[in-house]
């Protein structure tokens, strides 16, 4: 799946797929094909990483943040300070 803009419309969502009907073909020449299509169509690869949800460190590091921001909300309102001690804007 990649995202293609599309002449001034917006962007699109674009569904490519591999089909391998040369089974001469190594897999390496099928793929080095396909890249080079992709980008004469303008597209580049990209790697990402993401956080592995699935991890005992992703669900403390959840928990821990969740903890603080629970915290934060049991704590002094910030905004009523700062309105309390500022003046209007009409005052001036």
Aim: proline share 4%; hydrophobic share 40%; aromatic share 8%.
């Amino acid at each position: 799946m990649a995202f293609a803009k599309d002449s001034g419309v917006g962007e699109h969502l674009v569904i490519t797929r591999v089909t391998c009907n040369n089974h001469r073909m190594a897999v390496r020449d099928r793929v080095s094909e396909y890249r080079h299509r992709m980008r004469a169509r303008g597209f580049r690869p990209v790697q990402v990483w993401v956080p592995d949800v699935r991890t005992p460190a992703f669900a403390a590091e959840a928990k821990r943040q969740a903890a603080l921001v629970a915290e934060a909300d049991r704590a002094t309102d910030d905004q009523s300070f700062l309105e309390e001690v500022s003046a209007p804007w009409d005052d001036e």
